[in-house]
């Protein structure tokens, strides 16, 4: 689909919504003076951004006697269930977790409520279905190491951070297939600075390696349910990463400026609403 690249026009600021669906990808493009044009083309699966290109040149070729270019537009914000469709099919990266020594089987021994939360009034009573929820990630237990470390509840460190079992077991990590790494020592966020250095030695290992911290993603009390936190967004870090990087990559080069595309988060959304006072 050709975008347009020309610039015989005078220039104008345009800023761009595209919503992924299911079955419609749309577009809703502005302009300086607060004109709407709409974009409408069927979703692409599994390569959703066929569907978002499609659905770009659709609004675009509607502006195009108006001088409507993709070279113009300020702000691009994408938004997509890509990462709730990973999660429903299964489809995740491979991630490793790291944690502190003793806390290895966090996710496996859950928490009492993990067997409920969810459930209808009329659901709590039928005992049989009760059950812990379905693990995603990770796909082994071999995926998971632990750290000699300890930070207390008051965020002092009782026990430094062994660097070399770091090293050692992301490079066993790494030996095993690794994609991305979920971080989660306990009491991280009163003190993250061994989340912090393990970033660093991951790094150091392996460039590029996206690795998730849960001092930063969920810094709060509760290590089962920061630990799933942490490894559900390192799981999808590769799928989101891969979607993205494509989307814009191929934006860019029909005449998007580099660094324009934004991506729609749902906390942001619902910051919004509450915000204003509106139930989502």
């Known amino acids: 689909m050709q975008l347009g690249t020309e610039k015989d026009h005078k220039t104008m600021g345009y800023s761009v919504g595209t919503d992924t669906g299911g079955t419609f990808t749309d577009t809703v493009l502005i302009d300086e003076a607060g004109a709407v044009t709409i974009g409408k083309r069927p979703s692409t699966p599994p390569e959703f951004v066929d569907g978002v290109i499609d659905s770009v040149g659709d609004a675009t070729s509607k502006r195009e006697a108006q001088g409507r270019l993709l070279a113009d537009v300020d702000a691009f914000l994408y938004g997509t269930t890509i990462v709730?469709?990973?999660?429903?099919?299964?489809?995740?990266?491979e991630a490793g977790i790291l944690t502190t020594k003793g806390f290895g089987r966090t996710l496996f021994i859950a928490r009492?409520?993990?067997?409920?939360?969810?459930?209808?009034?009329?659901?709590?009573?039928?005992y049989a279905k009760r059950r812990k929820p379905d693990l995603l990630v990770p796909s082994s237990?071999?995926?998971?190491?632990?750290?000699?470390?300890?930070?207390?509840?008051?965020?002092?460190?009782?026990?430094?951070?062994d660097e070399d079992t770091?090293?050692?077991?992301?490079?066993?990590?790494?030996d095993l297939g690794m994609e991305s790494l979920a971080v989660c020592l306990l009491w991280s966020f009163r003190n993250d600075i061994h989340e912090r250095r393990i970033r660093d030695i991951a790094h150091e290992l392996a460039p590029g390696l996206p690795v998730t911290l849960s001092s930063?993603?969920?810094?709060?009390?509760?290590?089962?349910?920061?630990?799933?936190?942490?490894?559900?967004?390192?799981?999808?870090?590769?799928?989101?990463t891969a979607h993205l990087k494509n989307l814009n990559d191929r934006l860019v080069g029909s005449g998007l400026a580099d660094g324009r595309l934004l991506v729609m988060q749902g906390t942001a959304v619902s910051t919004v609403l509450r915000r204003r006072r509106i139930d989502p």
């Open 141 to 161: 237990r071999k995926f998971i190491g632990e750290v000699q470390e300890r930070v207390d509840w008051k965020g002092h460190v009782l026990a430094p951070l």
């Open 216 to 240: 930063e993603i969920a810094p709060k009390l509760g290590e089962y349910q920061r630990m799933a936190t942490t490894a559900y967004n390192a799981a999808m870090a590769p799928v989101a």
């Open 166 to 174: 770091v090293r050692s077991e992301i490079t066993r990590l790494l």
């Open 84 to 93: 709730v469709n990973a999660i429903t099919t299964r489809k995740a990266g």
């Open 112 to 126: 009492a409520t993990s067997r409920t939360n969810g459930f209808s009034a009329e659901g709590l009573r039928h």
